[in-house]
């Protein structure tokens, strides 16, 4: 049970930075004139976020966890992105990484969860991970093409730029299995909502290949050209 503690203690902390995160972006939003329609989508995610780290707190503590899943210095809880840089060049990256391929490719991972989930605790909450994490997908889409519409040349360069390294570190994260790695779910750990990491491997090159890549070539920014150069 230490590894399916261990996992949802990460996943309060990460649930809770993403609130953060969610918030510092919403304030960005409304100070660079971003549409209503975005900025009040802003504001449903944060609190989705937050539920998340309530409904991730509350299995962390059902399955024995005692300590306090949010210690973390307080630096780790602001958007990472480009400081010193201009604001609008800030949540462009932050979105495209984030919302855009992150949480494009997180979506099937939890719904993998779902399908080995028994604990109806775990159930419950990656259902809900689930859901929300599509929806803020589409939020983060959505960002894209409003920032687009704004200044499509500068987005373009910006992303092209920036995109071999998104997708290289989801890849180091998600896509890759060190040759000494001792797989430590099994489906003990799978009822309580973790999956293994052959799982990631298989699901993320699906994601990417059939949603993240072809998204992004749609709206001209080099989602192969930049997948094709990423750093190994």
Not at 78 to 89: Q, R
Not at 190 to 202: E, M
């Amino acid at each position: 049970m230490e590894v399916v503690r261990a996992e949802w203690k990460a996943r309060t902390l990460a649930e809770y930075r993403a609130a953060s995160m969610a918030g510092e972006l919403l304030t960005w939003l409304v100070r660079l004139g971003f549409s209503s329609q975005a900025t009040q989508a802003a504001y449903k995610v944060l609190g989705h976020e937050l539920d998340h780290a309530d409904l991730c707190w509350e299995v962390y503590g059902s399955v024995g966890g005692k300590e306090d899943p949010l210690a973390a210095a307080e630096g780790s809880l602001v958007i990472p992105h480009a400081f010193g840089e201009p604001t609008f060049d800030r949540l462009l990256l932050f979105v495209i990484d984030t919302y855009c391929i992150a949480e494009t490719l997180a979506g099937p991972l939890f719904t993998a969860m779902t399908e080995r989930a028994t604990d109806s605790a775990c159930n419950q909450a990656v259902r809900r991970l689930a859901d929300d994490t599509l929806a803020h997908a589409s939020f983060g889409w959505m960002l894209l093409d409003e920032a687009i519409e704004q200044d499509g040349q500068y987005v373009l360069a910006l992303g092209k730029k920036h995109l071999p390294a998104f997708l290289a570190r989801v890849e180091r994260a998600w896509g890759q299995i060190p040759e000494d790695y001792k797989e430590p779910v099994g489906p003990e750990e799978g009822a309580f909502g973790l999956i293994p990491r052959a799982v990631y491997k298989r699901s993320f090159y699906q994601v990417i290949a059939e949603k993240v890549l072809p998204e992004l070539d749609a709206r001209n920014l080099p989602g192969r050209e930049a997948w094709s150069k990423r750093p190994r």
